[in-house]
């Protein structure tokens, strides 16, 4: 490195603030040089060997604020690191314990399908939700009482398919790619009961006896699982409805998410999606969340679940207290999954210069967190004072409503 990009980078560093070590590697990979983990006047270059692209996308990682610190387990698992399954006409890879150990109460998976493709009629032990990420799909279940539903989704739009339920995904026209929630870390989108699977290791008589047809009526079944296979796209949602003398599902297993008025909050906007709107959504529970540049989800925590989450856009960095000397920061982007394991402390800041959008996801039928600035706020300020030293100016400013994202200043825009 030149000395004059070095003397940058530690102004950089020693200038302070939240963006020291992103301003820092932006300036130095805009000069063709890698970002070194230095930081606040601590650290020292990298000769090598190393992955300048990793260490890039990891700046809090490569060069950590003074206040991490401890052996909190990794909380980062970008999808690009999960093997993906390559099928005629599409993809799925899997974000399970068994890539990311932490994520024991969740998993999740990233499929894609092109027009008319289908995820083979199937079912599975845990429950399913999914968002619609890009395109459109037709979707199919049949419910414990013979009840159906049939419908079709577009982006933006979620399903939930409870527990045990049978059901299958088409894609439409413009085919699609979905993100798919589940309530267990230790599910295997590898190991669903698939209907192919099931036909074929059953004997051919006890299938003409169950269908009360001859045998050979089965002579033409698929010896090997369907799993992901191309058809064609299937004609409109009316002349796929099938009248059901059970009559449909009580609560419908498709929310619009996007026809919601969000929270507007000082930094974003919060979309709260649990059981009191989603009726069917019995055991997952949602938060889609939109954070201005600059801006921030305000420090908070979650009493009673553990929080997956799936970065959609934008660049964010979270940092996750875990009571004790245990604290550690992680950088996310597009396609990252984060994880915040149950009642541990964090905040999750916009550092790029677009909207950072990402789902929190948690077990149970509620959203629930508890906010550090409201709880503050609605307790003797006398108290407050006897522990942290505040002033009383700071502590009156504490506001006793939820801010969920406040507002902040963008990177590069900072004031001196
Ligand atoms: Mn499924
Ligand atoms: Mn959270």
């Not at 003074?66 to 999808?79: M, Q």
């Not at 919601?260 to 019995?282: E, L, Y």
Request: a negative charge.
């Amino acid at each position: 490195m030149d000395p004059l990009s070095r003397r940058r980078i530690l102004a950089a560093s020693a200038a302070g603030g939240a963006f020291t070590t992103i301003a820092a590697t932006t300036a130095a990979l805009a000069q063709g040089q890698p970002p070194q983990p230095m930081r606040d006047g601590r650290g020292a270059t990298d000769p090598g060997p190393r992955n300048v692209a990793a260490d890039a996308d990891n700046p809090d990682l490569l060069a950590p604020p003074l206040t991490d610190v401890g052996d909190l387990p990794n909380l980062k698992w970008p999808f690009g690191l999960s093997h993906n399954r390559l099928q005629a006409g599409g993809w799925a890879r899997q974000t399970t314990v068994r890539e990311f150990p932490v994520s024991k109460a969740m998993a999740g998976v990233d499929m894609r399908l092109e027009a008319g493709a289908i995820r083979e009629l199937h079912w599975h032990k845990e429950n399913e939700w999914s968002l619609m990420l890009d395109g459109n799909a037709r979707v199919t279940c049949v419910d414990e009482n013979g009840r159906n539903f049939i419908a079709d989704v577009k982006k933006g739009d979620l399903w939930y398919f409870p527990s045990g339920l049978p059901h299958s995904i088409q894609a439409l026209d413009q085919g699609c790619e979905f993100l798919l929630v589940f309530d267990d870390g230790s599910f295997s989108e590898d190991s669903t009961f698939l209907i192919s699977q099931w036909m074929a290791h059953v004997p051919k008589s006890v299938l003409a006896k169950n269908f009360a047809v001859p045998e050979d009526a089965f002579a033409k079944l698929p010896e090997k699982q369907l799993y992901i296979f191309k058809a064609p796209v299937p004609g409109s949602l009316a002349s796929d409805t099938i009248q059901d003398p059970a009559g449909p599902v009580p609560n419908p297993f498709v929310f619009r998410m996007m026809d919601m008025q969000p929270v507007k909050c000082p930094g974003g906007n919060v979309r709260i999606v649990d059981s009191k709107v989603f009726k069917a959504s019995a055991n997952i529970a949602a938060a889609y969340i939109e954070i201005d540049p600059g801006a921030m989800r305000e420090l908070h925590w979650h009493p009673l679940s553990d929080e997956w989450q799936y970065y959609i856009s934008g660049k964010a960095r979270m940092t996750v207290f875990g009571s004790g000397e245990n604290s550690r920061t992680f950088d996310y982007q597009p396609g990252d999954v984060g994880y915040v394991p149950q009642t541990m402390g964090h905040y999750i800041e916009n550092i790029g210069d677009e909207p950072v959008q990402y789902l929190e996801m948690f077990t149970g039928p509620r959203y629930t967190d508890v906010s550090l600035q409201q709880w503050l706020a609605l307790i003797p300020p006398e108290l407050v004072k006897e522990h942290l030293n505040l002033a009383d100016s700071v502590i009156g400013k504490f506001p006793k409503e939820k801010q969920l994202v406040i507002a902040g200043t963008p990177p590069g825009k900072q004031p001196g």
